[in-house]
């Protein structure tokens, strides 16, 4: 079974950066979508990103196209997400997510394996 390890979080001041990584321990890292969520306090967890098994394709939600970027190395078996532009709403805890569908989807409940999740600041 795979297990996820996100790391990268911290404080930052609004329109800074952060780059998240999360790594998986799995031979078999290259047949996994993989996601990315986030829950604020109080909040649903929300959708942030996702890709497909190959890289091929990615989705991202409303509130971070444009200021985010997805992407993954196979090789490492690991997932990046770039974060650029933050804002304090974007104030979370993020978690990584795999899915053996290999397809990147939207919903949380199509991703099997989660991470303990890493908490992102951004202050204003």
């Known amino acids: 079974q795979v297990q996820l390890v996100e790391s990268g979080g911290g404080l930052v001041q609004a329109g800074g950066s952060l780059r998240l990584s999360c790594a998986a321990s799995?031979?078999?890292?290259?047949?996994?979508?993989m996601g990315w969520f986030r829950q604020a306090p109080g909040k649903e967890r929300e959708f942030v990103a996702g890709?497909?098994?190959?890289?091929?394709?990615?989705t991202y939600g409303d509130s971070v196209k444009g200021r985010f970027t997805l992407f993954r190395d196979n090789a490492k078996n690991a997932v990046y997400l770039e974060m650029n532009s933050l804002k304090p709403e974007d104030t979370a805890t993020y978690y990584c997510?795999?899915?053996?569908?290999?397809?990147?989807?939207?919903?949380?409940?199509?991703?099997?394996?989660w991470g303990q999740g890493t908490q992102v600041t951004v202050s204003s």
């Open positions: 997510a795999a899915s053996r569908g290999g397809r990147a989807t939207v919903t949380a409940s199509h991703y099997e394996t």
């Open positions: 799995t031979r078999s890292f290259s047949i996994y979508a």
């Open positions: 890709v497909n098994w190959s890289g091929g394709t990615t």
